[in-house]
């Protein structure tokens, strides 16, 4: 079954506390990118990824990191988290315009 | 400044009637607009699409229509059944290949 997984689906963690969501799909997309959604605001773009070894910034980088050193995998880091990054993040991929996303990951940092 | 506006948070409608959903945008070089949906607990997923050269796109129950004059699309579910209930995003794609997304309009369909 073609589909985007990520992991852990609910993370609480504290202020400072690096910590790693993973993202990987299975349909040989070479985009990738991470958004975060927050009420009011939609979807927002964190970074994204054309290609193996190519990550590029979004609109909400700050505070945040990728990589992408295999085509499957597109990790999502947070080196020192801080409270205004609570929020339900998003990992997709696509090889056209549609994008196929993941179910989420519940983010609380207290 | 949002590019993708949904001015709209929530639409409620009776099932069996039309729904409409309005996405207003301000960049003219977009050159495709996508709808998603997204159920409470799941990732969004794609809906329907149009590109920038069209101005209608129908597949089954939904249509979407492009006014580029007025940098408007809106989609219409008609008629609308209780399963449609859920978050509607609209997006555009620039030239980048980036999608910009709306807030969201969250629709529910009352038996």
């Known amino acids: 079954e073609a589909q985007v997984t990520q992991n852990p689906r609910y993370l609480i963690t504290v202020t400072g506390k690096k910590l790693t969501v993973t993202c990987s799909q299975n349909?040989?997309?070479?985009?990738m990118s991470w958004y975060r959604q927050d009420p009011g605001l939609g979807l927002r773009q964190i970074y994204y990824?054309?290609?193996?070894?190519?990550?590029d910034k979004g609109d909400v980088p700050e505070g945040y990191k990728v990589s992408r050193k295999e085509k499957r995998n597109f990790p999502l880091i947070l080196e020192s988290p801080s409270p205004n990054q609570t929020s339900l993040y998003f990992c997709?991929?696509?090889?056209?315009?549609?994008?196929?996303f993941g179910p989420g990951t519940r983010l609380t940092v207290t | 400044d949002q590019q993708v506006k949904q001015n709209s948070p929530s639409l409620s409608v009776q099932e069996g009637r039309i729904s409409i959903l309005n996405c207003d945008y301000t960049?003219?070089?977009?050159?495709?607009f996508l709808w998603y949906k997204k159920y409470p607990a799941e990732g969004p997923t794609f809906l329907i699409s149009?590109?920038?050269?069209?101005d209608k796109n129908e597949d089954g129950r939904f249509t979407v229509f492009l006014n580029k004059s007025a940098k408007h699309l809106s989609l219409h579910i008609v008629p609308s059944q209780p399963g449609d209930s859920a978050v509607y995003f609209c997006?555009?794609?620039?030239?980048?290949?980036?999608?910009?997304f709306g807030q969201g309009t969250t629709l529910q369909v009352k038996p």
């Open positions: 997709a991929s696509a090889s056209s315009a549609e994008q196929y």
């Open positions: 349909m040989n997309h070479e985009y």
């Open positions: 990824s054309m290609n193996v070894e190519v990550t």
């Open positions: 960049n003219s070089m977009f050159d495709y």
């Open positions: 149009i590109s920038s050269i069209k």
């Open positions: 997006a555009a794609k620039d030239n980048t290949g980036k999608l910009i």
